[in-house]
């Protein structure tokens, strides 16, 4: 149990900490999305292969085009999330991000039939003031209205990354965090063949960050997550993963020097905190509706 927290600790730090890596390339989004997903991808089917995993997904034609959905959306994801980095930073993009598993829980009620307790609804609406608050300011300060754009639908993205792959109930570890992370790499391609960027000048210096992000935070952090998360409770992964969003505006603050004023801290406070709130008591007196769990990184 203390090697399953351990790898997952170590996942969520890596997976909050791209932001820093990121602002370390000098290239454009989508192709630092194109090189990362490649390399993690390579390196995870590697793991697979080696650790002796057989493929099963053409026992499940269905299940397997609702994670081809999954895959599809978490690299679209990643191309929204990126950009965002870019214009609104780290920080605020992170927050933005991290609202996916909200999206989620209140859209649970109508897709998985599950029920709604006060905690929830209660987590919700603190989130959603939250994101007001941080937006709100973000936009006043001057930050572009499509850097929060791309910082909203990376988080839509993500909660379609999350409702297909729960559908996807037959396909599971490594085989499918491996197929996700190699399916997510069609719409990356589909993106830089029509901007023309396919073939990617890589100035020396960028190098030994991108072998870091896709090595290292996408690779070795997906196999990290994926090997740990069966082996915890539910409620734990589900609480302890909002350590990522956290990492990443502590991380962006130190390492990158972004400022967020008194309203966007109490903001940042109120996403992270309706969102645990929510997760800490799910199994409370549940009232007539429905609603998930939130979800993690997938």
Not at 14 to 37: D, E, M, P
Not at 158 to 179: P, Q, R, W
Not at 189 to 217: D, E, H, R, T, Y
């Amino acid at each position: 149990m203390k090697k399953a927290y351990f790898k997952y600790i170590s996942a969520l730090l890596l997976f909050g900490s791209n932001g820093v890596v990121v602002s370390h390339i000098a290239l454009i989004s989508y192709q630092i999305v194109f090189l990362r997903t490649v390399i993690g991808s390579l390196l995870l089917l590697a793991i697979f292969l080696l650790s002796k995993g057989k493929f099963t997904f053409w026992q499940h034609k269905r299940q397997f085009a609702f994670l081809v959905i999954s895959g599809v959306a978490m690299g679209s994801s990643g191309l929204f999330l990126y950009e965002a980095f870019n214009l609104i930073g780290v920080g605020i993009a992170s927050l933005a991000y991290y609202c996916g598993p909200v999206i989620v829980m209140a859209l649970s009620p109508v897709l998985f039939q599950e029920r709604l307790t006060y905690p929830k609804v209660i987590g919700f609406l603190v989130v959603l003031f939250g994101i007001l608050l941080v937006n709100g300011q973000a936009f006043q300060e001057g930050k572009t209205a499509w850097g929060l754009f791309c910082g909203g639908m990376s988080a839509v993205m993500y909660a379609v990354m999350v409702i297909f792959n729960k559908k996807s109930k037959d396909i599971t570890g490594m085989e499918n965090s491996t197929l996700q992370l190699i399916i997510s790499f069609l719409p990356v391609v589909v993106f830089c063949v029509a901007k023309q960027s396919i073939f990617i000048q890589i100035p020396s210096g960028a190098w030994i960050w991108i072998l870091i992000l896709g090595v290292l935070n996408t690779g070795i952090g997906c196999y990290l997550y994926f090997s740990s998360i069966g082996k915890l409770p539910v409620q734990t992964v589900s609480i302890c993963g909002y350590l990522e969003p956290l990492t990443a505006v502590v991380s962006s603050a130190i390492f990158l020097h972004e400022k967020m004023n008194t309203l966007q801290v109490c903001g940042a406070i109120m996403i992270i905190g309706g969102a645990v709130i929510g997760e800490c008591f799910m199994n409370r007196k549940s009232i007539p509706s429905d609603t998930a769990a939130g979800l993690q990184h997938d």
